[in-house]
């Protein structure tokens, strides 16, 4: 595998809270370096939907060595919007690269986060039409939702031409399992690969298929929850948190698990190696607004995909973190791979 890194995020705003609630130059800084230097990675993958966090937290990336794959996010804004949004930051990661290796990720499961293409005015709305067994089964809702993807792959075809007219590197676009992507369009086949209950027998051969397009395969996420069980909820393991209320609480009873994780990792990554996977970003390197709290009902890192715990904020916004077993996990394999790449 040629690079293998973690997703880093610089903030998300979903039904009016931010996944970033405090952004921190010097904790930034901080977080970079542990990627780099403690971690291993060779890459990081900067999401978020500020172009100016983007930018800073793609210099410092490259500052410490990381080859950067930026990659603008956001949500619930109408298409053409959103093709702004990606083209402003091809612009940015144009400019980042006479810094280091830079690969511009133009969007990220546009048919889910942008509005108009699946059924629904905001991400919860489309979410539950996705998961919702009637909306495949149901003649009418299956044509919606068919016409939705067809309407994505045309503006895709405006974001691929645009990004390269921004760009001179590398293009991508992080796919969704469910998307069918012109991938002659890009450079590298870029795939949210969660497995869950419901793709498990089917996964490795899913992860192949990409592979025998003959272009790069990038696993631009794969991961699960901290909980018993959240390998079987793959992408939807943070679904355990109440969708109502305006802060971060569990529905239910879970039980802390963070070995889950490590196991999860191991095991895909063991697809991603026999398979021929050029690339593979773990989700993520922290959940910033689901701190780690004693006592499991308000523990609401378990919703969390991050290889560290994060604490709640202090008074002047700062935060820190402590590392997860998958951490330790993350910091093992990589270091492998450094010394067998003769990296390090």
């Not at 959940?287 to 523990?299: I, K, S, V």
Request: negative net charge; charged residues 25%; hydrophobic residues 40%.
């Amino acid at each position: 595998m040629r690079v293998h890194g973690l997703n880093y995020d610089t903030g998300l705003t979903v039904g009016g809270h931010s996944t970033r609630p405090s952004f921190v130059d010097g904790e930034v800084r901080h977080d970079i370096r542990a990627i780099a230097n403690e971690l291993r990675a060779t890459a990081i993958r900067v999401s978020g939907e500020d172009i100016e966090r983007l930018e800073f937290a793609g210099r410092c990336a490259l500052e410490a060595g990381l080859e950067v794959w930026l990659s603008p996010t956001s949500c619930d804004l109408e298409p053409d919007a959103y093709v702004d949004h990606v083209v402003r930051a091809a612009a940015t990661a144009e400019r980042l690269r006479g810094r280091g290796k830079v690969v511009a990720v133009l969007g990220a499961e546009m048919s889910l986060f942008s509005k108009g293409f699946v059924p629904g005015e905001g991400l919860n709305d489309r979410i539950a039409a996705m998961i919702d067994p009637a909306t495949w089964s149901t003649p009418d809702r299956l044509a919606e939702m068919v016409a939705g993807f067809e309407r994505a792959k045309a503006l895709q075809r405006s974001i691929a031409k645009s990004g390269r007219a921004a760009f001179g590197g590398r293009i991508t676009y992080a796919a969704g399992a469910w998307e069918a992507v012109e991938w002659h369009l890009f450079d590298i086949v870029s795939i949210d690969a969660y497995r869950d209950a419901n793709n498990a027998a089917r996964y490795r051969e899913q992860i192949r298929g990409y592979v025998r397009l003959g272009k790069p395969v990038a696993i631009t996420e794969f991961g699960c929850c901290t909980y018993a069980g959240a390998s079987a909820a793959g992408g939807t393991g943070w679904l355990i948190l109440d969708q109502v209320s305006s802060t971060p609480q569990l529905t239910g009873v879970h039980q802390r698990d963070e070995a889950e994780q490590v196991r999860y990792f191991h095991e895909l990554m063991e697809v991603f190696d026999a398979e021929g996977v050029d690339s593979a970003f773990w989700f993520g390197f922290a959940g910033f607004a689901l701190p780690h709290r004693n006592g499991a009902a308000q523990d609401v890192d378990m919703a969390s995909y991050g290889a560290v715990a994060v604490s709640d904020l202090a008074p002047d916004g700062s935060q820190t973190w402590e590392p997860k077993e998958v951490f330790h996990a993350i910091a093992d394999d990589f270091a492998r791979r450094w010394t067998g790449n003769g990296r390090r």
